[in-house]
């Protein structure tokens, strides 16, 4: 079966930073998707890796290992509105996006 | 601003009394997708089509139908709703259904079946 990893719950301080992990077992890789998603809104479009290594966009940065099935999402110098569920998607073979069922993370002051 | 539109933000509706949930977009993506999602879980893609192609997922229950009228429009149709609906629906799009295209998301609408 097709299978994705986070961590339901983090918790980290305002300021600082914070490494969101994903793992996955899909069949065959189209690439691998971050999401947010604030409580009761939709999720909107952080990230995308389909090559391996580390893309950097502003405070957050995505990173891939297609060999470990492995991912995660970093976040510097946190803010309180970077409260929120962070979803991992991976797209299979048959170019279905495979949902992981979010981290949220809490930040606290 | 282009966008994915999704109407009523909020739907109660009857237990078995049918209801339809809307989505428009301005976006003009060859694909669009219904998700249902509930609290603290992922979401569960019911449907897409890839223009007027429509592609049911293997799982989605009977109880839900689709209809894509154009481009712009689609809708769901819940036919008896139990109290196991009651989720957030999500609407989204993407310019094509593989390779780098993120999908958009509309902001949803919470069902609330009584």
């Known amino acids: 079966g097709q299978n994705i990893d986070q961590p339901t719950e983090m918790t980290a301080t305002e300021g600082a930073i914070v490494q969101i992990n994903c793992t996955y077992q899909t069949s065959g890789f189209n690439g691998l998707f971050w999401y947010q998603q604030h409580a009761g809104e939709a999720p909107t479009f952080l990230s995308y890796?389909?090559l391996d290594g580390l893309e950097e966009k502003g405070r957050f940065s995505s990173f891939l290992s297609r060999s470990k099935g492995y991912s995660y999402l970093l976040l510097k110098e946190l803010q309180m509105k970077d409260s929120a569920s962070y979803l991992c998607?991976?797209?299979?073979?048959?170019?279905?996006?495979?949902w992981g069922a979010g981290t949220k993370l809490i930040i606290k002051p | 601003d282009a966008m994915v539109i999704q109407n009523p933000r909020y739907q109660v509706t009857q237990f078995g009394k049918p209801v339809t949930l809307s989505c428009s977009q301005t976006?003009?993506?060859?694909?669009m997708y219904w998700y249902q999602q509930k609290s603290s879980q992922a979401p569960k893609l019911l449907f897409h089509y890839y223009d007027k192609d429509f592609n049911n997922e293997a799982d989605t229950p009977d109880n839900f139908q689709s209809r894509r009228p154009n481009t712009s429009f689609c809708f769901l149709d819940i036919r008896s709703p139990g109290l196991g609906d009651a989720a957030m629906y999500l609407c989204a799009t993407s310019r094509t259904s593989g390779g780098t295209d993120e999908q958009f998301f509309g902001p949803g609408t919470r069902l609330t079946v009584l």
């Open positions: 998607a991976v797209m299979d073979s048959n170019y279905q996006l495979i």
């Open positions: 890796n389909v």
């Open positions: 976006l003009n993506h060859n694909v």
